[in-house]
C-alpha cells in the first residue's frame, strides 16, 4: 500500500472517531511546535479538549493558553461563550491575543451542575467558534455527550477543570496540564514579556503527548531558545 492510500485510510479512520481535519493552516501555523503531537499534524477541530488546573495561577495561564488557539478558530467575525460558576478569566486580557473581549458571550451561573446542562447546550449551537466551560468534575457520561454535541455541530469545546477531586477516564480527544513559567524582559525594557508556559499534553487520541516550554510572541506559538537548542542537539544526533 502506497503513502498516499495509508494517509486517506488514516483520514477515514480518524473521521469515523469524531476528528474532523481542519485544513486551516493559519491555525497549524500559530501552533507552531504544538501541531506535530496532533493526527496528520493538525489540530483536533469538533472535539472536547480537557485542561487539569490547580490554583489560579495555572487557571490563569491554561486560560491564555487557550486564549492563543481561539485566536485562530474565532477568525475575525467568530463567538466564543465562556460558562462559568467562578470566572477566574480577565476579559481585557483577551487583548493580548488579538482578540477583543465583546467577541465572547460570558455567562456566569450560580451552580456548576448548571455549567455542564448550559455547555451541552451551546455545543448544539454551530453559530459559535467554541465553547469553554469551567467546572471542577467530569465523568465519562458528561463527556461522551458533549463530544457527541460537537460531531454534530462541528463547534470545539473547551473544558477547563479546576482542582478536581478525581482524575478518571473521559471521552475528552486531549488532556492537557498549563503551567506558567517566568516571562522575561521584551530587550531589556521593564515590564511583563511575552507569555510562556510549560505545556504538558497528557493525552491525544492517535496522538503523540509531550511537553514544550512555549511562549507567545508574534501572534504564535514559539518554542522558548533554550528548548530549540535542546531540540537541534536531539536532531543532531539522532541523524
Same mark, same amino acid.
Given at each position: 500500500m502506497d #503513502? *498516499? @492510500? &495509508?494517509? !486517506? =485510510?488514516?483520514?477515514? &479512520? /480518524?473521521?469515523?472517531? %469524531?476528528?474532523? $481535519?481542519? %485544513?486551516?493552516? *493559519?491555525?497549524?501555523?500559530?501552533?507552531?511546535? /504544538?501541531?506535530?503531537a496532533f493526527p496528520n499534524s493538525s489540530f483536533p477541530t469538533a472535539a472536547i479538549h480537557e485542561f487539569i488546573t490547580e490554583g489560579k495561577e495555572t487557571s490563569a495561564a $491554561?486560560?491564555?493558553? &487557550?486564549?492563543? #488557539? =481561539? $485566536?485562530? /478558530?474565532?477568525?475575525?467575525? %467568530? $463567538?466564543?461563550?465562556? #460558562?462559568?460558576?467562578?470566572r477566574k478569566l480577565f476579559p481585557p486580557a483577551l487583548k493580548s491575543f488579538g482578540i477583543e473581549p465583546d467577541r465572547f458571550v460570558f455567562v456566569d451561573l450560580h451552580k456548576e451542575k448548571d455549567v455542564m446542562w448550559a455547555m451541552d447546550e451551546a455545543l448544539k449551537c454551530d453559530a459559535l467558534s467554541a465553547v469553554v466551560g469551567e467546572m471542577q468534575e467530569l465523568s465519562f457520561t458528561e463527556s461522551r455527550r458533549l463530544q457527541l454535541a460537537v460531531e454534530k455541530s462541528r463547534v470545539t469545546g473547551f473544558v477547563l477543570r479546576t482542582n478536581p477531586r478525581r482524575i478518571s477516564t473521559t471521552a475528552? *480527544?486531549? !488532556?492537557?496540564? &498549563? @503551567?506558567?513559567v517566568l516571562s522575561e524582559p521584551i530587550d531589556g525594557m521593564? %515590564?511583563?514579556?511575552?507569555?510562556?508556559?510549560? *505545556?504538558?499534553? /497528557?493525552? #491525544? !487520541? @492517535?496522538?503523540?503527548?509531550?511537553?514544550?516550554?512555549i511562549k507567545w510572541e508574534g501572534g504564535k506559538f514559539k518554542l522558548i531558545e533554550e528548548d530549540i537548542i535542546v531540540a537541534q542537539e536531539q536532531n543532531r544526533y539522532a541523524g
Open positions: #503513502i *498516499v @492510500n &495509508i494517509q !486517506r =485510510l488514516q483520514s477515514e &479512520i /480518524l473521521a469515523l472517531q %469524531g476528528f474532523k $481535519t481542519n %485544513g486551516d493552516k *493559519v491555525l497549524d501555523f500559530i501552533l507552531g511546535p /504544538l501541531r506535530h $491554561t486560560s491564555g493558553f &487557550i486564549a492563543g #488557539i =481561539l $485566536t485562530s /478558530l474565532m477568525k475575525n467575525s %467568530g $463567538t466564543t461563550m465562556w #460558562i462559568s460558576a467562578s475528552c *480527544v486531549s !488532556r492537557w496540564k &498549563i @503551567n506558567p521593564p %515590564g511583563l514579556g511575552f507569555p510562556q508556559w510549560k *505545556v504538558e499534553l /497528557l493525552r #491525544i !487520541r @492517535n496522538g503523540k503527548p509531550g511537553s514544550w516550554n
